[in-house]
Structure formats: C-alpha cells, structure tokens
Antibody, heavy 123, light 108 residues
Framework: QVQLVQSGAEVKKPGASVKVSCKAS????????MYWVRQAPGQGLEWMGI????????TYAQKFQDRVTMTRDTSTSTVYMELSSLRSEDTAVYYC????????????????WGQGTLVTVSS | EIVMTQSPATLSVSPGERATLSCRAS??????LAWYQQKPGQAPRLLIY???ARATGFPARFSGSGSGTEFTLTISSLQSEDFAVYYC??????????FGQGTKVEIK
C-alpha cells in the first residue's frame, strides 16, 4: 500500500533552516510528482511547490521562491523540503503529498499524504 | 494566481440534515477542482476530483458539482463522522495549485 512517512517534529530558532524528509513506499517513486503543503496552526492549506522525482525538476510558489529547496534521493525513494531563514510565521505542519488519483499520476490532485511534520520556530 | 474563495467559513448542521458548501474561483478552472476532508490532527483526504468524481472510500452521500468558477459540495445527510473541515483546490494551470480557506462543518 502507498505510504508517505515524514521525519519528526523540529524546533528551530529564527534565522535557522529546517529540512523535512518524506519517504515513499508502495509504488514506483519516479512515476509520481510530489508536492509540499503547509498548514499554520488553526489555518488553511498552503501550496509550497512541487518536485518531479524522476528528473528532480522543481517549481516553487512565488511566496517561497527565495527560501525553499526541494530535492529527492531516488535510491531511498525520499523527497526533502528545506526552508531557510525561518521566522515565527513559518511555524506550521508541513505535509508531503503525492500527485495522482485512482492510480493515475500527474492528475493535479493530492491522493496520498504524509502524516505531517510540525516545525516550530521560536527563540 | 487563481484565488479560491469558500463560503461559508462555518456551517452548523444537525445530523441527518443536508450540507451545501460553496467554492468560487477567481478565473475559470474548468472541471479541475478537488475537495478534501480534514479531521482534527489528521492529514487532508481527497474526497472529490474532476469537480464531481468521488474518491475511493467515500460514500454516495457526498457529491460535487459545478464547472468554470462556481462549485458546490453537498453532503446529503450528515453523519457524525462527516463533521470536519472541507477544502477546495484548483489544478487547472500546471503546476500551480491553490486551496480555498476551508469550510468547517460543525454540529448544530
């Protein structure tokens, strides 16, 4: 079965960086794009960007363009999201989510989600 | 950027009643519209895609409709497990994705 397992919670100081991992299993890793989405406490969902695990190409939301880097390791079927220059407003749960529906890749929808990683930014 | 606007922010409904949630796009998204259900402490779950197709695992009391800029999610007879927050999401322009701000369906 498809699983996306994310790394554990992080506490960071303002100005630091955080790197969150998302390990995929149960499907062919390179066949499906992966998104990153975040959710601040009590708030809605915010799309951060997308990575193609096959070639590694990325597209980032303009809001995060200067601070986010998404990478992948095909040998371990893992994608990573690194966010730099952290500020208190970055405190949120960060999710990875697969692009697909009913087994069809590149559908534009988020069919499987990781469990979320809480990143807390506090001095 | 396509802006998605959901209404109402909160919907108070009694079990067994119908719930109707709205989602509006700032420009046309065709039928490239999805709905997600999120319960407290959980990741969102894909509910509807293609504006009206139900995802695996959701019962027929959930239905989606609309195209272009106006969309509706209807829950025909609310069950206790349906009280949650619902988000719409557009996927019309590759690879940009945007979500609505969510509608919380709460027990009246």
């Amino acid at each position: 079965q498809v699983q996306l397992v994310q790394s554990g919670a992080e506490v960071k100081k303002p100005g630091a960086s955080v790197k969150v991992s998302c390990k995929a299993s149960g499907y062919t890793f390179t066949n499906y794009y992966m998104y990153w989405v975040r959710q601040a406490p009590g708030q809605g969902l915010e799309w951060m960007g997308i990575i193609n695990p096959s070639g590694g190409s990325t597209t980032y939301a303009q809001k995060f363009q200067d601070r986010v880097t998404m990478t992948r390791d095909t040998s371990t079927s893992t994608v990573y999201m690194e966010l730099s220059s952290l500020r208190s407003e970055d405190t949120a749960v960060y999710y990875c989510a697969r692009d697909g529906v009913s087994g069809v890749p590149a559908a534009g929808t988020f069919d499987y989600w990781g469990q979320g990683t809480l990143v807390t930014v506090s001095s | 950027e396509i802006v998605m606007t959901q209404s109402p922010a909160t919907l108070s409904v009694s079990p067994g009643e119908r719930a109707t949630l709205s989602c509006r796009a700032s420009q046309t998204v065709g039928s490239n519209l999805a709905w997600y259900q999120q319960k407290p402490g959980q990741a969102p779950r894909l509910l509807i895609y293609g504006a009206s197709a139900r995802a695996t695992g959701f019962p027929a009391r959930f239905s989606g409709s609309g195209s272009g800029t106006e969309f509706t999610l209807t829950i025909s007879s609310l069950q206790s497990e349906d009280f949650a927050v619902y988000y719409c999401q557009q996927y019309n322009s590759w690879p940009w994705r945007t979500f609505g701000q969510g509608t919380k369906v709460e027990i009246k």
